[in-house]
T-cell receptor
Framework: GAGVSQSPSNKVTEKGKDVELRCDPI?????LYWYRQSLGQGLEFLIY????????KSGLPSDRFSAERTGGSVSTLTIQRTQQEDSAVYLC?????????????FGPGTRLTVL | GDSVTQMEGPVTLSEEAFLTINCTYT??????LFWYVQYPGEGLQLLLK?????DKGSNKGFEATYRKETTSFHLEKGSVQVSDSAVYFC???????????FGTGTRLTVIP
């Protein structure tokens, strides 16, 4: 079946602009995660959605970052007033449930470059 | 805090050599442990996992044993192939937590 998809695959933007990154999780997966992979910080957790529960935003690095998940499926990560340190690969993952060691399936990522 | 420490790379091996990538963790409670692999140009894929002490995860000839006494989850393969060239990430997930904690990744290059 289809895996996690993300768009765009690459995004180049100017400092100060807003960007939106999209994630389509695997159909039927109730949990959705955003991570960031950067050279200096490795892989960092950003935000997590589970069903209709309030998201876990504990990993968001600043209030310029926000995310939403519509209808329990597609998610959008928005970065406002982008800074050069936001340059990274943004990864989305989904899992069937929250519990136990459910496998997280990752998308190919969106490479964001802030000039 | 909770963390994963991984052997720093890069690691370069000849084909058919034995591979070990060390991973140790610090966690409150009893985490589940994972190895993820990222092949060139591709996304992260789960390689193997173990959910409790003494469990052994295995896949594609790779193995890792959950050692609670040494808080380790070292990845091993008896005979690597060129196609194993990738970046390998060790990760943990605490019971009741939402997210994975990842190590910094180890780049493996296998030469013919």
């Amino acid at each position: 079946g289809a895996g996690v998809s993300q768009s765009p695959s690459n995004k180049v933007t100017e400092k100060g602009k807003d960007v939106e990154l999209r994630c389509d999780p695997i159909s039927g997966h109730t949990a959705l995660y955003w991570y960031r992979q950067s050279l200096g910080q490795g892989l960092e957790f950003l935000i997590y959605f589970q069903g209709n529960s309030a998201p876990d935003k504990s990993g968001l690095p600043s209030d310029r970052f926000s995310a939403e998940r519509t209808g329990g499926s597609v998610s959008t990560l928005t970065i406002q007033r982008t800074q050069q340190e936001d340059s990274a690969v943004y990864l989305c993952a989904s899992s069937l449930t929250l519990f136990g060691a459910d496998t997280q399936y990752f998308g190919p990522g969106t490479r964001l470059t802030v000039l | 805090g909770d963390s994963v420490t991984q052997m720093e790379g890069p690691v370069t091996l000849s084909e058919e050599a034995f591979l070990t990538i060390n991973c140790t963790y610090t966690a409150t409670g009893y985490p589940s442990l994972f190895w993820y692999v990222q092949y060139p140009g591709e996304g992260l894929q789960l390689l193997l996992k173990a959910t409790k002490a003494d469990d052994k995860g295995s896949n594609k000839g790779f193995e890792a044993t959950y050692r609670k006494e040494t808080t380790s989850f070292h990845l091993e393969k008896g005979s690597v192939q060129v196609s194993d060239s990738a970046v390998y990430f060790c990760a943990l997930k605490l019971t009741g937590a939402n997210n994975l904690f990842f190590g910094t990744g180890t780049r493996l290059t296998v030469i013919p």
